[in-house]
């Protein structure tokens, strides 16, 4: 039978909490402090896109007198530690310490980076909550949370009531009187949470969702304005990241923002006021292709360790100089780009854009947004449909780069517009497009990475000095690379197919009817 | 689980002061204890301020209609859970009778504490009853305080002699000297020369100290509220030596997070 806690949280700022304790009590109890208060540095971590938190999990580094020591906890009960060991934030899972808790968070964090995500200093205290007998039957801890940023108020006081075993009576006894209190609320948010609550932030607040609310009957031009915000405000929260590097993830996310708001302006250019979508679309088209090097040259090194693995006649050593060609090619066209993000150019299309959108007034005539829906994502679906059937075996590559095109088109304007969708109707739409999606970025991914290689082998060969085994490992990489570019040619046809299939179409056809056509 | 029963025969020679000490000694030391006080007078008890009552009383214990694990409370240390005595356990002997194999009870009803616990003390009532044969049955190793006069060294013999008439699981003794007064000649040689003249008989020995006597003013082990005395040298000395007997080992961070 193990003792559970009474939790709360106390904000009177009137009384002391021990006061606050003393009044509470009644006369056959009484309060003494166990020990000495003590102090430690709290800093909670997570991705920048919350993966632990999305996962369940927590992680903090706590710094008090001793080594600094990392806590994984999760809401099932897992915890997890280890001595930090000096380790600097921002890092990937994979600089931490090797054991238990770098396997378990790298299942988690991935390619993301942990970094602070908010710093406090928590002050303990323990008292001993003692019966008639001057026996101890509960424990008392409270937590006094000063967070690092500046805020108006700190949290609220956190108090624990714990049971001394066989004594959970006179706990809850203890826990009632104390609930009574003025000030004091039971339960209390996790510590995280009240650190962020106090500059007004909440865990998980960051997503590269389009999580955009729209109403089937607000005028399609101000629906297409709060998508386009809400990808300028993901476009710019990814822009401090990728400029210091700090994973590959925040330059994926800022792209993925471009290629959105290309395909919004492209799709919705009738919507916006006119030459609205001509004069901005060139410029993202610009800042698009800035981030593909970079980007390209990331997928490279994201699965070179994977694919170096599946080498049949050459170790994946040999391929050293050719992943050292990669690196060095990378840091050079991310410091172009991040050049580029400093830019005054760059900073006056970001502050015109957003100038812009927020002067976007609704039209005197015009569709609402649920007919705009409609029209948007029959016309992409119908193109889809069109130039796919026109895809034959003999096809070039660039007739299938531009489907896989097309489909992201239609991916996007799914997403723009999901809140005006029966989510499972919008799911299943949604799952018939990836199989067809996963197949094309496949095969685009594997073209792209054979260029590459062909590229850097002459290169590497016209510079002299690369090992005869870098080349043919090269080789051998390439030859696998092709493979997988032609299994996934040659499953084009079923899956484009399973996509243009009756039944396919049919649950494209009630998506589309319920949102208004 | 490693069980300690602290027993002899004889009373009034120091077993709940070595068991509330021994205890407060190995919960400090990481380990998770349970001091379990089966003498009705309740002692142990009392020094951990707890109250001394068990739901059902030892009937209900020992029949197993009262989870054991429900009777038992929390002390004010870390670590160490106390099993309160109850009036009613000066007829556990009589309970014990009426059940099956009365020898073997105790330890079945200690059994199914193994995952909870890393030593378990016995403070045991003096005597030769059906108690303190389920209790030598239990135990792992038998703690018997000894004030070293030639009549409790013929006690001890007896002890011995009786744990090894016993009929299958016997457990290891540990004598020791208890209550020696150094101003007794016959106390220092009987002390000195009886641990170099056996082995079952520690080499550390508690002299008779106003502070141990203290502990039921204080209601505390000396071992906390006096930790570098005499007493508590004594005492941390002898639960040395216990746990080689019972190859302990100790958690490489001692305490349990609360002070």
């Given at each position: 039978?193990s003792?559970?806690?009474?939790?709360?949280?106390?904000?009177?700022?009137?009384?002391?909490v021990?006061?606050?304790?003393r009044?509470?009590?009644p006369?056959?109890?009484?309060?003494?402090p166990?020990?000495?208060a003590?102090?430690?540095?709290?800093?909670?971590?997570?991705t920048?896109?919350?993966?632990?938190h999305?996962?369940?999990?927590?992680?903090?580094?706590?710094?008090?007198?001793?080594?600094?020591?990392?806590?994984?906890?999760?809401?099932a009960?897992?915890?997890i530690?280890?001595?930090?060991?000096g380790?600097?934030?921002?890092?990937?899972?994979?600089g931490?310490?090797r054991?238990p808790?770098?396997?378990?968070?790298q299942?988690?964090t991935?390619?993301?980076?942990?970094l602070?995500a908010?710093?406090?200093?928590?002050?303990?205290?323990?008292?001993?909550?003692?019966?008639?007998?001057?026996?101890?039957?509960?424990w008392?801890?409270?937590?006094l949370?000063?967070p690092?940023?500046?805020?108006?108020?700190d949290?609220?006081?956190?108090?624990?009531?714990?049971?001394?075993r066989?004594y959970?009576?006179?706990?809850?006894?203890?826990?009632?009187c104390l609930?009574?209190?003025?000030?004091?609320s039971?339960?209390?948010?996790p510590?995280?949470?009240?650190?962020l609550a106090?500059?007004?932030r909440?865990p998980?607040e960051?997503?590269?969702?389009?999580d955009v609310?729209?109403?089937?009957?607000?005028?399609a031009?101000?629906?297409?304005?709060a998508?386009?915000?809400?990808?300028?405000d993901?476009?710019?929260?990814?822009?401090?990241?990728?400029?210091?590097?700090i994973?590959t993830?925040?330059?994926h996310?800022?792209?993925?923002s471009?290629?959105?708001?290309?395909?919004a302006?492209?799709?919705g250019?009738?919507?916006l006021?006119?030459?609205?979508?001509?004069?901005?679309?060139?410029?993202?088209?610009?800042?698009?292709?800035l981030?593909t090097?970079?980007?390209?040259l990331?997928?490279?090194?994201?699965?070179?360790?994977?694919?170096?693995?599946?080498?049949?006649?050459?170790?994946?050593a040999?391929?050293?100089?050719?992943?050292?060609?990669?690196?060095?090619?990378r840091?050079?066209?991310?410091?172009r780009?991040a050049?580029?993000?400093r830019s005054a150019?760059?900073a006056?299309?970001?502050?015109?854009?957003?100038?812009?959108?927020?002067g976007?007034?609704?039209?005197?005539?015009g569709?609402?947004a649920?007919?705009?829906?409609?029209?948007i994502?029959?016309?992409?679906?119908r193109?889809?449909?069109?130039r796919?059937a026109?895809?034959?075996?003999?096809s070039?590559?660039?007739k299938?780069?531009?489907l896989?095109?097309?489909?992201?088109?239609l991916?996007?304007?799914?997403?723009?517009f999901?809140?005006?969708?029966?989510?499972?109707?919008?799911?299943r739409?949604?799952?018939?497009?990836?199989?067809?999606?996963?197949?094309?970025?496949?095969?685009?991914?594997?073209?792209?990475?054979?260029?590459e290689?062909?590229?850097?082998?002459?290169?590497?060969?016209?510079?002299?000095?690369?090992?005869?085994?870098?080349?043919?490992?090269?080789?051998d990489?390439a030859?696998?690379?092709g493979?997988?570019?032609?299994r996934a040619r040659?499953?084009?046809?079923?899956?484009?197919?399973?996509?243009a299939?009756?039944?396919?179409?049919?649950?494209?056809?009630?998506?589309?009817?319920?949102a208004g056509? | 689980m490693?069980i300690?029963a602290t027993?002899?025969?004889?009373?009034?020679v120091?077993?709940?002061?070595?068991?509330v000490?021994?205890?407060?000694l190995?919960?400090?030391d990481?380990?998770?204890?349970l001091?379990?006080?089966?003498d009705p007078?309740?002692?142990?008890?009392?020094?951990?301020?707890v109250?001394?009552?068990?739901k059902?009383?030892g009937?209900?214990?020992?029949?197993?209609?009262?989870?054991?694990?429900?009777?038992?409370?929390g002390?004010?240390?870390d670590?160490l859970?106390?099993?309160?005595a109850?009036?009613?356990?000066?007829?556990l002997?009589?309970?014990?009778?009426?059940?099956?194999?009365?020898t073997?009870?105790?330890?079945?009803l200690?059994?199914?504490?193994?995952?909870?616990?890393?030593?378990?003390?016995l403070?045991?009532?003096?005597?030769i009853?059906l108690?303190?044969?389920?209790?030598?049955?239990?135990a792992d190793?038998?703690?018997?305080?000894?004030?070293p006069?030639?009549?409790?060294v013929?006690?001890?013999?007896?002890?011995?002699e009786?744990?090894g008439?016993?009929?299958g699981h016997?457990?290891?003794?540990?004598?020791?000297?208890?209550m020696?007064?150094?101003?007794?000649?016959?106390?220092?040689?009987?002390?000195e020369r009886l641990?170099?003249?056996?082995?079952?008989?520690?080499a550390?020995?508690?002299?008779?100290?106003?502070?141990?006597?203290?502990m039921?003013?204080?209601r505390?082990?000396?071992?906390?509220?006096a930790?570098?005395?005499?007493?508590?040298?004594?005492?941390a000395?002898l639960?040395a030596?216990?746990r080689?007997?019972?190859?302990l080992?100790?958690?490489?961070?001692?305490?349990?997070?609360r002070a």
């Amino acid at each position: 039978m193990s003792a559970y806690s009474h939790n709360f949280a106390y904000t009177d700022g009137e009384r002391s909490v021990s006061e606050v304790v003393r009044e509470a009590l009644p006369p056959q109890f009484s309060v003494v402090p166990a020990a000495r208060a003590r102090t430690v540095r709290r800093t909670w971590l997570d991705t920048f896109d919350w993966r632990l938190h999305q996962a369940g999990l927590t992680l903090e580094c706590v710094a008090g007198r001793g080594p600094a020591e990392l806590v994984l906890s999760g809401t099932a009960g897992e915890r997890i530690t280890a001595v930090a060991n000096g380790t600097r934030w921002p890092s990937l899972a994979t600089g931490l310490p090797r054991g238990p808790l770098r396997d378990r968070l790298q299942t988690v964090t991935s390619a993301r980076a942990l970094l602070p995500a908010a710093k406090a200093a928590s002050t303990v205290s323990e008292f001993r909550l003692r019966n008639a007998d001057d026996k101890t039957v509960a424990w008392l801890t409270v937590d006094l949370l000063h967070p690092a940023e500046p805020a108006a108020a700190d949290p609220p006081a956190r108090l624990s009531v714990t049971a001394v075993r066989g004594y959970q009576g006179q706990a809850d006894r203890i826990a009632r009187c104390l609930a009574a209190q003025p000030g004091v609320s039971p339960g209390t948010l996790p510590p995280l949470d009240a650190v962020l609550a106090t500059v007004g932030r909440a865990p998980g607040e960051y997503t590269n969702k389009v999580d955009v609310q729209l109403s089937a009957t607000m005028p399609a031009r101000m629906a297409l304005a709060a998508v386009l915000a809400r990808l300028l405000d993901t476009l710019e929260a990814n822009v401090a990241g990728t400029i210091r590097d700090i994973d590959t993830e925040f330059l994926h996310d800022l792209r993925v923002s471009v290629r959105r708001t290309r395909t919004a302006l492209k799709l919705g250019a009738d919507l916006l006021p006119d030459g609205l979508a001509a004069e901005y679309g060139p410029a993202f088209k610009w800042l698009g292709d800035l981030t593909t090097p970079t980007r390209d040259l990331d997928v490279h090194l994201l699965t070179f360790a994977a694919d170096a693995a599946e080498l049949t006649s050459a170790s994946p050593a040999d391929l050293g100089p050719f992943h050292d060609y990669l690196a060095e090619r990378r840091a050079l066209e991310q410091r172009r780009l991040a050049r580029a993000l400093r830019s005054a150019r760059f900073a006056a299309l970001t502050a015109a854009w957003r100038s812009a959108l927020a002067g976007l007034t609704p039209p005197r005539r015009g569709p609402d947004a649920a007919h705009a829906d409609a029209r948007i994502i029959r016309r992409a679906h119908r193109r889809i449909l069109a130039r796919g059937a026109a895809i034959g075996a003999d096809s070039p590559p660039e007739k299938l780069h531009d489907l896989r095109k097309r489909c992201k088109e239609l991916r996007y304007a799914l997403e723009f517009f999901a809140s005006l969708h029966d989510p499972p109707a919008h799911r299943r739409v949604v799952r018939d497009l990836k199989g067809l999606q996963d197949c094309l970025g496949t095969y685009q991914d594997c073209e792209v990475q054979q260029k590459e290689i062909r590229t850097v082998a002459a290169e590497l060969l016209a510079s002299g000095g690369v090992p005869a085994t870098t080349l043919l490992a090269m080789g051998d990489l390439a030859a696998h690379v092709g493979q997988r570019e032609r299994r996934a040619r040659s499953e084009f046809s079923s899956r484009f197919a399973a996509f243009a299939s009756r039944q396919a179409q049919a649950r494209f056809e009630v998506l589309a009817a319920g949102a208004g056509s | 689980m490693k069980i300690v029963a602290t027993y002899n025969i004889k009373g009034g020679v120091g077993k709940t002061a070595a068991a509330v000490n021994l205890s407060h000694l190995a919960a400090r030391d990481g380990l998770r204890v349970l001091l379990a006080d089966l003498d009705p007078q309740a002692a142990a008890t009392f020094l951990f301020r707890v109250r001394p009552r068990v739901k059902g009383g030892g009937n209900a214990l020992i029949r197993g209609s009262r989870d054991l694990d429900r009777a038992i409370k929390g002390t004010d240390f870390d670590g160490l859970d106390l099993l309160p005595a109850d009036f009613t356990f000066r007829n556990l002997d009589l309970i014990l009778d009426t059940t099956k194999k009365p020898t073997q009870r105790l330890a079945r009803l200690l059994r199914p504490l193994r995952a909870s616990y890393d030593v378990v003390f016995l403070d045991c009532p003096p005597g030769i009853t059906l108690l303190s044969e389920a209790v030598l049955y239990a135990a792992d190793l038998v703690l018997a305080p000894i004030i070293p006069t030639t009549l409790s060294v013929r006690t001890l013999d007896q002890l011995t002699e009786f744990i090894g008439g016993l009929d299958g699981h016997r457990p290891a003794v540990l004598a020791f000297c208890s209550m020696i007064d150094r101003r007794k000649r016959l106390h220092n040689e009987i002390a000195e020369r009886l641990p170099a003249e056996r082995d079952d008989v520690a080499a550390t020995a508690i002299p008779a100290l106003s502070l141990i006597e203290r502990m039921a003013v204080q209601r505390s082990p000396v071992t906390a509220f006096a930790p570098r005395s005499a007493a508590s040298r004594g005492y941390a000395g002898l639960w040395a030596e216990v746990r080689d007997r019972l190859c302990l080992t100790v958690p490489a961070q001692p305490g349990h997070g609360r002070a």
